[in-house]
């Protein structure tokens, strides 16, 4: 997935860096455990089309290259883009990703 941010492309990636910042961010402590929740906690909220979780998606799936600037990437999601149309896009490419296709699976947004 490719966003151009501030006059800048940005390649959002979608592979353990990116859940594994997403666990960081999103979990339940349970005994002591850190029970990571990230990317289904993501799927939720874009299936309650709550746009706040954008911005986590978005520096998520930089995390391995270089993150745009906080108020970039605001202003873009507020100004510069459909709001419904990218959070389709987020959900169509974690179904095709192998890091995020099996959750969609299991979260039944998957058939196949």
């Keep these: 997935m490719n966003l151009t941010i501030a006059n800048k492309d940005y390649k959002l990636y979608f592979g353990l860096d990116f859940i594994a910042h997403l666990d960081d961010k999103y979990y339940i402590e349970q005994n002591g455990f850190k029970l990571g929740q990230g990317l289904t906690y993501a799927i939720a909220q874009i299936e309650l089309?709550?746009?706040i979780i954008l911005p986590t998606l978005i520096k998520a799936g930089t995390v391995t290259t270089n993150t745009p600037k906080?108020?970039?990437i605001k202003n873009f999601i507020e100004n510069e883009t459909d709001i419904e149309v990218l959070m389709e896009d987020f959900l169509q490419s974690f179904a095709k990703s192998p890091t995020t296709r099996f959750a969609m699976k299991k979260l039944g947004?998957?058939?196949d």
Aim: proline share 11%; net charge negative; aromatic share 0%.
């Design 109 to 111: 947004k998957l058939t």
């Design 49 to 51: 089309a709550n746009p």
């Design 70 to 72: 906080e108020e970039d």
